[in-house]
């Protein structure tokens, strides 16, 4: 029954996975093979002009190039004048069409779309690229993103689009055609740490761009969303500085990009904009949103160190490699100087050390030392180096220096002079140098050793064995040194290379030129390129990936993968292998479905059993500190959590525009609650950033042990984008996302030097799928959900805990909109929770979980909606409010 029920379930995912990831290619093909038949020109099908934000390059440029090849009039919209001009004079030289340029700096907010509703809206424009965006300059945690910088990824990311299809959207209506395409990001596809704000915006963009098309679909207009992933332009530039280009290889270029994506245009609502970014979607998709977000969060924490803290912080000043003079070492050198490292180089020849010295200063402008050695004079060369080497606060020790035959040899062939060279350079240099610098690296608490070993190591090699045999001692002698000094904070790297094309591989080079061994040699800059990035992250490498799969096929395969393969093979004979693969995926599936939706209650219980059983529960003032802040503290789920807390022994700040309410509210909780202390604070979050030097100034005199992110705005109504009042974007964006990112801004610092916090930020089950009629309220919920998500990682290493609370209905004053008449029941009114009954549920949860919908009904509604496809939950969401939209038209027009 049970392989029956998983086979099923395998079945179903499988499906949905299929239709997710080859909906759009085979949409493509079959639009494509439509269009050869009946073809149209973009400008006949949607209108004369197109506008494209951030047009002055990267992918805006592309946009601009791409359409104006197709006949479309351009206008161009960024902030440089100087770029526009030149990107225009460059498109009607080379398309012949007419060319706008409008300049206008979104970071500006509001002041600057009079202009552009002034400029645009008198234009027959067919089609809106939404392609203008900003990102942090390198990955940063939330606290140490500047504050202006919050404002203009909120303004630019978010604002921009929404408030240029609120324009621009009621003309397409009214002409019945026109197409809008927003450029999102793959980042939206899970919350990622140390780029919260940056995901969580575009997790806003493609909830926003969703809802938009099945709001506009009736009207004739279409709208794309464009989910790219690495794309080389400025905003990735910081990836690809320097000598670290290993990034450059996975980016794509504009032009190849465009080639794709220009391709999608009228033919699919959603695409990645190139294949392989599509793969990389597909991949994703495959695993859990906590996979997701560890992936994200490491790959964005190690990015961060690399450009935040260098080496010589981390480890320490200089970098000692031996054999330096070419090949692998030199490779080192110049790596570690690109890290700001000061590079002392070793080996024997003394003009070509002073060679490469002088080529790093001048690129890298870093310190160099040359020390000339010759490790096959044994013992005698080491009194040198010590005097050269032990006044330096050497951080990183690159043993590199090695010799090899010039050609297979059998043992008894060897030289005997050749046989003690290969001891005393291959054994003795890497043990001695180790033996001389440990202490020093020891005592400062910090340090790291990179021995360079060999794919030799991996077996024995016959007409090559003292080599190989003195790389396996390289190796195990670098494995036990690495657990020596691990307590000592020093680390150890052992590095495993194949053929690279180096003195020591000349003759591979030479002798078989042409021949399949010589086109196995990987060039030095291509393996240091990999073999550097792993620095500081892996304990053992082989330094490139190529090699890294001949070290793998080289080792000895255990008994229970040939049982494995055995059995994979005869099941497949027996026809069975479809059957057992879904039910793999079956399992897969309901494992993670299980731990998605009953990880909360689950922890929950033990979190109870533990506090019943074993006693010992630790009050909330003296777990997170006395002063809990709750913003949209005067009504509502946060009058509820006010209560709540001061029942608790907390000290309650409460901030809100409504001073009256606010005071009303205090009363009530000194009143109920004998001795709590509550304090007021009034602040209008939709008046943007000017309110928040005012409140970093107020909070700095609390100490905040849990900050409570509550308020927020919705819709008074279901309504379509384009009819909703600019003041109220504004105020979706800046309460709904401005708030909490810039209270966590201010919080969290002072949290991470007491090393203790609480933040419960408090999203809602919209945020699950993208909403028409509610389009902006969910995509900036979407927007709360991933922020929180990749806060929790960000802050989890300093001891605060980050809460993301997703409700469903609750009754509070902004669900007034779904009570019928008096005395009336809805299917809507039913599901309405009060907020009492929330608060005793969520208010539980507290410092128990770090995730929960505040409410059991609210889990099981979120667990049923994550059993459907995206496409179908979009579906169950547009069905349930356009019902609601046509309710109140039909209302306003009664009352008209």
């Known amino acids: 029954m049970f392989c029956s029920l998983a086979a099923c379930l395998g079945v179903y995912v499988a499906a949905v996975w299929l239709y997710e990831n080859f909906r759009t290619p085979v949409l493509l093909v079959l639009q494509t093979l439509k269009q050869l038949v009946s073809r149209q020109k973009l400008s006949q099908r949607y209108g004369q002009w197109a506008v494209i934000t951030g047009a002055s390059d990267g992918i805006g440029k592309g946009y601009a190039h791409y359409l104006a090849a ?9 902030r440089n004048a100087a770029k526009l001009n030149k990107v225009a004079d460059e498109i009607r030289a080379k398309h012949g069409v007419e060319t706008k340029v409008l300049v206008a700096d979104f970071s500006k907010g509001a002041e600057i779309y009079p202009q552009l509703e002034k400029a645009l809206v008198p234009l027959d424009v067919g089609i809106l690229v939404n392609n203008v965006g900003v990102s942090h300059d390198t990955p940063m945690y939330v606290d140490e993103v500047p504050q202006q910088t919050l404002w203009d990824l909120i303004h630019v990311n978010v604002g921009a689009a929404t408030l240029l299809c609120n324009i621009l959207a009621p003309s397409m209506k009214r002409r019945q055609r026109g197409l809008i395409i927003n450029v999102s990001s793959i980042a939206s596809v899970g919350p990622s740490p140390c780029m919260a704000t940056y995901a969580a915006s575009k997790a806003y963009m493609t909830s926003f761009s969703i809802a938009l098309r099945d709001e506009l679909r009736p009207f004739g207009v279409e709208v794309q969303t464009v989910r790219p992933s690495f794309v080389h332009t400025n905003m990735t530039d910081f990836l690809v500085t320097g000598k670290e280009k290993w990034s450059k290889n996975m980016m794509v ?6 080639a794709y994506a220009g391709c999608t245009i009228g033919k699919v609502d959603m695409t990645s904009g190139h294949w392989s970014h599509g793969l990389q979607l597909a991949g994703l998709s495959l695993v859990p949103e906590v996979v997701r977000v560890y992936i994200f969060g490491l790959i964005n924490k190690k ?22 003079s070419d090949g692998i070492g030199k490779g080192y050198a110049e790596y570690l100087a690109g890290r700001r490292m000061n590079i002392v180089l070793i080996a024997r020849n003394e003009n070509k050390l002073n060679r490469v010295a002088e080529e790093i200063q001048r690129k890298y402008s870093v310190r160099t030392k040359v020390v ?29 220096v090695g010799l090899s035959y010039d050609r297979g040899m059998c043992m008894e062939e060897l030289p005997k002079k050749l046989v003690w060279d290969l001891l005393t350079v291959n054994v003795a240099s890497v043990t001695m140098l180790c033996h001389l610098l440990v202490p020093a690296m020891k005592q400062r608490g910090r340090g790291l050793i990179v021995n360079i070993s060999s794919l030799s190591a991996a077996a ?19 494995m036990a ?21 180096t003195n020591m591989t000349a003759f591979v080079a030479s002798e078989y030129d042409g021949k399949a061994a010589s086109k196995q040699l990987v060039r030095v800059d291509d393996y240091v390129r990999y073999a550097g990035f ?30 494995f393969v055995l059995q994979t093979i005869y099941s497949h004979l027996r026809g069975d292998m479809f059957m057992e693969l879904v039910t793999v995926v079956g399992v897969y599936a309901t494992l993670c479905w299980l731990y998605e939706n009953l990880r909360t209650p689950v922890l929950l219980l033990v979190q109870g059993f533990q506090q019943l059983f074993l006693g010992g529960q630790t009050s909330l003032p003296q777990k997170y500190g006395p002063w809990a802040v709750i913003t949209g503290g005067s009504d509502g789920i946060g009058k509820g959590y006010a209560h709540y807390l001061a029942s608790q022994g907390m000290k309650v700040l409460l901030i809100a525009r409504n001073e009256a309410k606010l005071k009303r509210v205090a009363d009530e909780i000194m009143a109920k609650h004998q001795g709590a202390e509550v304090k007021v604070l009034v602040a209008d979050f939709s008046k943007g950033e000017q309110i928040y030097e005012r409140l970093e100034q107020e909070l700095a005199a609390f100490d905040i042990g849990i900050l409570v992110n509550n308020v927020g705005v919705i819709n008074e109504k279901p309504i379509q984008v384009d009819r909703m009042e600019k003041r109220m974007l504004w105020d979706l964006i800046n309460i709904n996302c401005g708030a909490a990112t810039n209270l966590c801004n201010i919080a969290v610092p002072a949290m991470k030097r007491r090393h203790r ?6 999203s809602s089950m919209s945020s699950v799928a993208p909403t028409p009629y509610l389009a902006i309220y969910a995509a900036t919920k979407a927007y709360m959900t991933s922020f929180s998500l990749a806060l929790r990682q960000e802050v989890a290493p300093y001891g605060i805990e980050c809460q993301t609370v997703a409700p469903g209905y609750v009754h509070t004053s902004m669900t007034e909109y779904l009570n019928p008449a008096e005395g009336q029941k809805n299917a809507f009114s039913i599901r309405l929770v009060k907020v009492a009954d929330m608060i005793r549920y969520a208010g539980y949860c507290i410092g128990k979980v770090d995730q929960t919908t505040g409410h059991w009904s609210h889990g099981i509604q979120t667990a049923t909606l994550n059993m459907l496809p995206a496409s179908l939950k979009l579906r169950v969401f547009t069905r349930l409010y356009t019902q609601l939209l046509h309710e109140y038209s039909n209302t306003d027009k009664k009352t008209t």
């Open 481 to 501: 040194l690495r657990e020596e000094l691990r307590p000592h904070r020093v680390e150890v790297q052992t590095v495993l290379p194949g053929f690279v094309r």
């Open 460 to 478: 024995p090699a016959p007409y090559l064995s003292v080599y190989a045999a003195a790389k396996v001692y390289v190796r195990n002698f670098s």
């Open 70 to 78: 197709k006949g479309m009039a351009i206008v161009l919209v960024a």
């Open 253 to 258: 270029r504009v032009d190849n990009f465009m």
């Open 372 to 400: 000339v050695a010759d490790f096959a004079n044994g013992e005698a060369v080491y009194e040198h180096l010590a005097r050269e080497l032990l006044p330096l606060d050497v951080g990183i020790l690159v043993n590199n």
């Open 757 to 762: 916090g609480l933040i419960i930020n408090i």
């Open 534 to 563: 792993t620095i500081g992250k892996t304990d053992r490498t082989c330094g490139y990936w190529w090699h890294g799969l001949q070290y793998a096929g080289l080792k000895l395969v255990p008994e229970f993968v040939r049982v």
């Open 303 to 324: 990015l961060r160190e690399q450009f935040h803290k260098p080496f010589s912080e981390k480890y320490g000043e200089w970098a000692v490699i031996t054999g330096a």
